[in-house]
């Protein structure tokens, strides 16, 4: 059944977020185990998900595209793989997408190919009649789980405990999830991406002698030792797996820290060692050392660059023919970016194969699933924010644009 513009479809059941009282603590990485089908976000498929080997998948991919026109734009994040990718209307990284939905206002559905908590975004910044679909609801994000709504409420209610609540500006990377964005809004904060980390902890600063920065430390870190000239000692992390409600922390520790970083990290960025960049500088002499500042310091420091994904693109684009790159972010990226340089060698950080696994669970079949799905008529995977949720996510995301 095709249906036609404004028509009424069907909703499988959405992923929602920011309801009162669903909120609580997830495991990391609950991907499909069958332990806690209440915490696992979906991994069924209402209806057929086409094999992988299905000879006929590109074919079936450009027809359900094609019947959608413009009642669907599909947006791939960087770090999509090329059998995905070749199906965006537009690319980008996570905040550019999430922009780039919102010029759309005539798309009924914006089929997000990326993780959880851009799709959140994206339906956070895109009209209500406008709706967000995601073609694997198991593709997340390790990091932006690694602060959950109530371990943010326990750290907050033990620096209220401190009386050190009123010195604290949160600033949450654009990794996070709606929930913890509602939170930075709900506490005058901001928003930030790894572009403009370092204006937004700025203007954290300007308006409180703290910053808890959420969830990953690496970014948080880099930006305020490389970036704004702090010491590392300024910085301290707030674990929340640590005994005790105060993040592993002293009270002193506490009162004397202008950081106070989440211990989140990404489990791509992560990995990367200051082994990698010398064992890369020993295999090809003279290659320029890139990588993103979700990195560890101690790899950001052995680098010679330090940028964004987008900064990323750009540098390596206008380097000159014949120079050497070896990229520390995630390997879709880094073989698109060798390809679209033959003129340049343009080599990954690590020597061994590292992919985001999560963002890598958006396949052929499963947007082929998608996409047929919703031309048929049917909306499956809808992403959705609660309205009290948005609203304050918004004011923090809004917080970002008007930053100095
Ligand atoms: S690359 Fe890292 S931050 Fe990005 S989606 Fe994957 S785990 Fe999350």
Redesign the pocket.
Same mark, same amino acid.
């Given at each position: 059944m095709t249906t036609m513009p404004g028509q009424i479809l069907q909703a499988e059941p959405a992923a929602r977020t920011g309801r009162a009282g669903t909120r609580r603590s997830l495991p990391l990485l609950v991907l499909g185990t069958g332990a806690d089908p209440d915490s696992e976000r979906g991994v069924d498929c209402p209806g057929e998900l086409p094999p992988a080997s299905d000879p006929g998948l590109v074919e079936r991919a450009r027809a359900a595209r094609a019947e959608l026109g413009d009642r669907a734009f599909v947006l791939g994040h960087h770090?999509q793989r090329d059998e995905v990718i070749q199906f965006a209307d537009v690319t980008g990284d996570s905040f550019k997408l999430a922009k780039d939905a919102a010029a759309r206002p005539g798309a009924e559905f914006i089929v997000f190919c990326g993780?959880h908590f851009m799709a959140e975004s994206a339906d956070i910044l895109t009209s209500a009649a406008q709706k967000v679909v995601l073609p694997d609801l198991a593709a997340g994000?390790?990091?932006?789980d690694m602060a959950t709504y109530n371990q943010v409420e326990q750290c907050w209610e033990a620096l209220e405990d401190l009386g050190l609540a009123d010195d604290v500006i949160p600033v949450t990377y654009m990794?996070s999830s709606a929930d913890i964005k509602a939170f930075t809004g709900r506490h005058g904060g901001t928003v930030c991406t790894s572009s403009n980390a370092r204006r937004a902890v700025s203007w954290a600063l300007s308006r409180g002698s703290k910053v808890l920065f959420l969830p990953d430390q690496h970014l948080g870190r880099n930006t305020a030792v490389l970036e704004l000239g702090m010491s590392l000692d300024d910085c301290v992390v707030w674990d929340p797996h640590a005994p005790g409600d105060t993040g592993g922390l002293s009270a002193e520790q506490l009162h004397d820290a202008t950081m106070i970083l989440w211990r989140g990290h !990404?489990?791509?960025?992560g990995r990367f060692s200051p082994d990698c960049v010398t064992d890369v500088r020993a295999r090809i002499p003279g290659v320029n050392v890139i990588v993103h500042p979700?990195c560890q310091h101690e790899v950001v420091l052995a680098a010679d660059h330090i940028g964004s994904t987008e900064k990323i693109i750009s540098t390596i684009e206008q380097a000159p023919a014949g120079s050497a790159w070896a990229v520390g972010t995630?390997l879709n990226l880094v073989q698109r970016l060798a390809v679209s340089h033959p003129d340049k060698t343009v080599v990954f950080l690590d020597k061994t194969v590292c992919y !985001?696994s999560?963002?890598n669970r958006i396949d052929l079949p499963h947007l082929v699933w998608a996409l047929e799905s919703l031309a048929n008529g049917r909306l499956v995977n809808q992403i959705t924010v609660g309205d009290q949720t948005a609203a304050q996510a918004r004011a923090a995301l809004d917080q970002m644009l008007a930053l100095p």
């Open positions: 770090y993780v994000c390790s990091m932006a990794n !990404c489990s791509v960025h979700e995630e !985001c999560t963002m």
